[in-house]
T-cell receptor, first 114, second 116 residues
């Protein structure tokens, strides 16, 4: 977990509100991944960046979801407007340039949409 | 398409007993295989990985896994389980992504309970 910082760790919001989840990876990574974990669907890959460029966003469930990586040390996942079914744990993960086959996960953000 | 099956949703073992968690995968080429562990409220921690070479791989916390191509399996084992091993365990298979990196497809997880 020490290599990836996620904030907030917990977020409770009301339906219709905008939610922004943040990820701050350590240096040296070349890829960044956003996952969602629910009881029903398990771990799902939402989007993947390589060298700060979005490569595959086919896992993003709807247009309400968007992700950005403005620089190598910061990424955001935004949900606007949020819905109760978005309640889940969202993980950010990275892979390092010299160990590109391994992924290192952050501690996650637990999102509850009322 | 790649996929992972973990047939056991829950497993309960006594402390000190041996453990084997099953994982079967589907992948069109030589797979990259991983086992991760998730403690409550935590992210996923890598236990071990297989890319090539020796089919028996050692990981952290005394875990090992054996890659069996003929059975498309990558089962996780531990000779003697400790109470602190209670957690959820995920098997994952990896495939190369455009531009490098590794997309992981995860199994649904096996929840391990350890009885004292």
């Amino acid at each position: 977990d020490a290599g990836v910082i996620q904030s907030p760790r917990h977020e409770v919001t009301e339906m219709g509100q905008e939610v922004t989840l943040r990820c701050k990876p350590i240096s040296g990574h070349n890829s960044l991944f956003w996952y969602r974990q629910t009881m029903m669907r398990g771990l799902e890959l939402l989007i993947y960046f390589n060298n700060n460029v979005p490569i595959d966003d086919s896992g993003m469930p709807e247009d309400r979801f968007s992700a950005k990586m403005p620089n190598a040390s910061f990424s955001t996942l935004k949900i606007q407007p949020s819905e109760p079914r978005d309640s889940a744990v969202y993980f950010c993960a990275i892979s390092l340039a010299d160990r590109y086959n391994e992924q290192f996960f952050g501690p996650g953000t637990r999102l509850t949409v009322l | 398409a790649q996929s992972v099956t973990q047939p056991d949703i829950h497993i309960t073992v006594s402390e000190g007993a041996s453990l084997e968690l099953r994982c079967n995968y589907s992948y069109g080429a030589t797979p990259y295989l991983f086992w991760y562990v998730q403690s409550p409220g935590q992210g996923l921690q890598l236990l071990l990985k297989y890319f090539s070479g020796d089919t028996l791989v050692q990981g952290i916390k005394g875990f090992e896994a054996e890659f069996k191509r003929s059975q498309s399996s990558f089962n996780l084992r531990k000779p003697s389980v400790h109470w602190s091993d209670a957690a959820e365990y995920f098997c994952a298979v990896g495939g190369l992504l455009t531009g490098g990196g590794n997309k992981l497809t995860f199994g649904t997880g096996t929840q391990l309970k350890v009885e004292l």
